[in-house]
Structure formats: C-alpha cells, structure tokens
C-alpha cells in the first residue's frame, strides 16, 4: 500500500478519537513511558511539542522536568534541517512555519548525545516501522544510526494511539525504525 494511503489512514484513525479518548490515552502512554528502562536512565532527552491529535507529551515533558532531565525540543531550522533546543517551564514558545510549537531559544544539542527521543508517529507496525507526516526530518536526522550493529544514542521511542497500528509498512531504503513504540495498550 502506498505511504500516503497509510499516512492518511493514521491520521484519520487518530482524529477519529473524541477528546475524552484521547486525554485518556495520552494520560495511560505518558505514564508507561515514565516507567521505561530507557526513560529512567536518560539524563538528556528530546520529546515532540504535540499538536491538537497528537499524543499530548506535556505530562512526559513536565515528568523529565522532575526528574531533572534536561529535555529538548526538535526545531526545523530554515534550511530544513532538525535540531533540537532545550526547553525548560519558562521557555517561550513560537508555531513554525509549518503550525508546530517550537522553543525560540535554548541550548542546544546534537542529535547523538540524547539519551532517548519520543518521537511523533502517524501510523506504525509490529515490526517498528514508522510514517511521520512526510517531511522525512527524523529519518535525515537520525541517519547515523542505520549503519549500526546493535542500537546506540539515542534510542527512538514511538508515542501512538492503538488505533494508529496498521498491518505491515514497507520501509524506505532511508527510513529508520523505532526503538520501541508505546501506545496506551501495551
């Protein structure tokens, strides 16, 4: 099946949830990823600003907070390229040029020195594939890791509704599968 047909069928699924679903999910998904192996060991994380249908992060984001993680937050620079700037309780916020939440300023930090990276998932398979919404940042960003023999920094962790779970997405040569995916019924 072609990515923009389960591109869109994701996308669908996951608008298809009622708020209430949805609060519900991303509350039961932020509390197992706060329960991770990965997560309690990070010192330096990323994690996604969520949009409206999105899994909501901000309970993940506020966790790390607590446990004095530093956290970033990715930022699409102008030539199309992902970093990641740290965001902190009093850091402002800015949408970028695509309707997403970004850190205006910040420290920043190389993709290869984080820890873990939740990351943003439209639909997702058994065997850790993943299809963003298109624009490829993740994959380019994380390049480095598909030459790997076993898993380094950081380790990509999924955040996604069940209902996001298709049967089977055939990878681009470029795509780079997950660490794990957490969904609010595993």
Same mark, same amino acid.
């Given at each position: 099946?072609?990515?923009?047909?389960?591109?869109?069928?994701?996308?669908?699924?996951?608008?298809?949830?009622?708020?209430?679903?949805?609060?519900?999910?991303?509350?039961?998904?932020?509390?197992?990823?706060?329960?991770?192996?990965?997560?309690?060991?990070?010192?330096?994380?990323?994690?996604?600003?969520?949009?409206? =249908?999105? =899994?909501?992060?901000?309970?993940?984001?506020?966790?790390?907070?607590?446990?004095?993680?530093?956290?970033?937050?990715?930022?699409?620079?102008?030539?199309?390229?992902?970093?990641?700037?740290?965001?902190?309780?009093?850091?402002?916020?800015?949408? $970028?040029?695509?309707?997403?939440?970004?850190? =205006?300023?910040?420290?920043?930090?190389?993709?290869?020195?984080?820890?873990?990276? !939740?990351?943003?998932?439209?639909?997702?398979?058994?065997?850790?594939?993943? !299809?963003?919404?298109?624009?490829?940042?993740?994959?380019?960003?994380?390049?480095?890791?598909? $030459?790997?023999?076993?898993?380094?920094?950081?380790?990509?962790?999924?955040?996604?509704?069940?209902?996001?779970?298709?049967?089977?997405?055939?990878?681009?040569?470029?795509?780079?599968?997950?660490?794990?995916?957490?969904?609010? =019924?595993?």
């Amino acid at each position: 099946m072609l990515m923009q047909t389960l591109r869109k069928r994701g996308i669908s699924a996951r608008s298809k949830m009622t708020d209430t679903e949805r609060d519900g999910a991303s509350a039961r998904i932020s509390s197992r990823v706060g329960r991770l192996p990965e997560f309690l060991a990070a010192a330096t994380m990323a994690c996604y600003i969520p949009t409206d =249908v999105e =899994v909501d992060t901000r309970h993940i984001i506020e966790r790390a907070w607590r446990a004095k993680k530093r956290i970033f937050a990715p930022v699409i620079d102008f030539h199309g390229h992902m970093r990641f700037r740290e965001l902190r309780p009093e850091t402002r916020l800015e949408k $970028n040029r695509y309707g997403l939440w970004e850190p =205006v300023d910040g420290a920043e930090i190389e993709a290869s020195k984080l820890d873990i990276v !939740i990351t943003p998932v439209v639909a997702f398979d058994a065997r850790l594939h993943r !299809i963003g919404m298109g624009g490829g940042y993740f994959d380019r960003t994380f390049a480095y890791l598909a $030459n790997r023999s076993e898993w380094f920094r950081p380790k990509l962790v999924g955040v996604a509704f069940a209902c996001q779970k298709i049967e089977k997405i055939t990878p681009n040569p470029w795509d780079i599968p997950l660490y794990r995916v957490v969904t609010e =019924v595993d």
